[in-house]
C-alpha cells in the first residue's frame, strides 16, 4: 500500500462507499495513536495530542486548520490547555473514507518534535 503522507485527498461526492473493514486495517498501521470512534453513529478518526500549555496546542490547531483548508478537508478541533482533540470523518458519506487516513497522518507530522 501506498505510504498515506504521500497520498493527498480527493473530491468525494455524497453516496461514495464508507471504508471497508479491510482498507482500515492495511491503512490502521500507518497511523498508531488514532483511534476510531462511533459518534451519532458516524465512525471517526479521533486522536489526543497533548502540550505544554495553551500556546502550543492553539499553535498546533492553527497548523491543522492550514493543512485543513489547503485539503478542502475538514476535521473537528476541540482546543483545551494542554491539549487538542482532532476528528477526522468525511461528512457527505458519514462515515469513514481513504481522505481522513491521509489526513489524520498528515496531521501527525503537524506535531512540532520533544524538547
Known sequence: MEKLEQMT????????P???DAEIAAMCPQIP???IV????????ERVFTFVNFAGALAFTNRVGA???A???HP??????GRVTVAWWTHKIGGLHRNDFIMAR??????PPPG
Not at 9 to 16: D, L, N, Q, V
Not at 106 to 111: E, G, M, P, S
Open 9 to 16: 485527498c480527493t473530491a468525494c461526492r455524497k453516496g461514495e
Open 18 to 20: 464508507v471504508v471497508t
Open 38 to 45: 462511533e459518534r451519532d453513529g458516524v465512525r471517526r478518526l
Open 67 to 69: 493543512l485543513a483548508e
Open 71 to 73: 485539503a478542502g478537508h
Open 33 to 35: 495513536g488514532w483511534q
Open 106 to 111: 498528515k496531521t501527525d507530522a503537524l506535531v
Open 76 to 81: 473537528a478541533l476541540l482546543t483545551e490547555w
